[in-house]
């Protein structure tokens, strides 16, 4: 039993990582925006929020400055893409080739670098409940909050006013414009949020699910991310299950080790990319499922004086 509830609990260490990203693009692209940089983005909040935590001791601040650098990021590709109109696709392939290589360039004299002592978070009176407590109570305070998140998501984009504005500019720019709204502004605020979620996703990684710096640590976590939200069908409860099953996948492999199961760890390894190829080939054999899904204007420029 307890290596189930252990099982369990890394489950939902590591679907933070990419529900917390997932979560981000989904924001994006629902207002019609693609960003292929979160790979990029992560890396490089990643670091700056595992340097952060090593020169300051704090864990919030180090945090603080990982969805600061997303946010950052984020803005340059929205001013690009938004505004000067640049190819989406390129743009964000450049920003994660960007982040990949600035990141290892920054992080080289990190490597060998330690955080302060972790702290080990519980929910009183939660956490000694035999196996329900180390399964589900004794999480980081972002577990939780990515869920509360989740749900939020899901009143704010089919529930409030500025929800649908937001999901009316992925879907019709050329309507949203027509009534007054202004398009680039919603998209710029929209691919930013996005992009301090995947900050965070990347310090989370660094500060919590990995308490280290390494070269190109997130491992391809971004690219899973993206895949994440057309398997989700860009709905935010969707996202945050695909991100457990997947993060439940990266996970088994350890504990497959763990118990004696003898796999090539190389096979075990190659087991999240695989799962994630597979997903993708099976939603693609429907294309009019995720056509109906999609936002319509998702990767296409709009230009206000057409």
């Given at each position: 039993m307890?290596i189930?509830?252990?099982?369990i ?13 997932s ?6 692209e ?9 790979e ?10 595992f340097?952060t935590?090593?020169h300051?001791?704090s864990?919030?601040?180090?945090f ?6 997303g946010?950052?990021?984020a803005l ?10 640049t190819?989406?696709y390129a ?9 990949a290589?600035?990141s290892?360039?920054v ?11 972790r702290?080990?978070?519980t ?5 000694d ?14 577990v ?11 009143v704010?984009f ?6 649908l504005?937001?999901?009316s ?10 009534l007054?709204y202004n398009?680039?502004t919603?998209?710029v ?18 500060l919590?699910?990995t308490p ?5 640590m997130v491992?391809g ?20 299950l695909?991100?457990?099953l997947?993060?439940g ?5 350890f504990h497959?080790q763990s118990?004696?199961?003898?796999i090539a760890?190389?096979?075990l ?5 695989l ?22 204007s ?5 230009y206000?004086?057409?």
């Amino acid at each position: 039993m307890d290596i189930y509830a252990l099982l369990i609990a890394s489950t939902l260490n590591a679907g933070t990582v990419l529900a917390i990203a997932s979560i981000g693009l989904l924001i994006n692209e629902r207002a019609g925006v693609i960003n292929l940089g979160a790979e990029g983005m992560m890396l490089c909040a990643a670091i700056a929020g595992f340097a952060t935590a090593v020169h300051t001791g704090s864990d919030l601040l180090g945090f603080l400055a990982g969805a600061g650098t997303g946010a950052l990021m984020a803005l340059i590709f929205g001013l690009l893409v938004i505004y000067l109109n640049t190819n989406q696709y390129a743009t964000g392939l450049a920003l994660s080739l960007f982040g990949a290589g600035f990141s290892a360039f920054v992080g080289v004299n990190y490597v060998q670098a330690k955080l302060a002592d972790r702290i080990h978070y519980t929910v009183p009176g939660l956490e000694d409940i035999p196996f329900i407590g180390p399964a589900f109570f004794q999480q980081h305070p972002l577990v939780y909050g990515t869920i509360i998140f989740a749900v939020f998501l899901v009143v704010f984009f089919n529930k409030t006013r500025i929800g649908l504005i937001v999901r009316s500019v992925g879907e019709s720019p050329e309507s949203a414009h027509a009534l007054g709204y202004n398009v680039r502004t919603i998209r710029v605020w929209a691919v930013v949020v996005g992009g301090a979620l995947c900050g965070l996703s990347g310090a989370y990684i660094s500060l919590i699910y990995t308490p280290l710096w390494v070269e190109g640590m997130v491992a391809g976590k971004g690219w899973i991310a993206l895949a994440l939200t057309t398997f989700a069908t860009w709905r935010p409860m969707r996202v945050l299950l695909g991100a457990y099953l997947f993060g439940g996948v990266t996970m088994l492999q350890f504990h497959l080790q763990s118990i004696g199961i003898d796999i090539a760890s190389q096979f075990l390894s190659m087991l999240p990319y695989l799962a994630t190829i597979v997903v993708l080939a099976l939603i693609s054999r429907n294309p009019l499922w995720i056509k109906i899904n999609m936002p319509a204007s998702i990767g296409k420029p709009f230009y206000p004086g057409n």
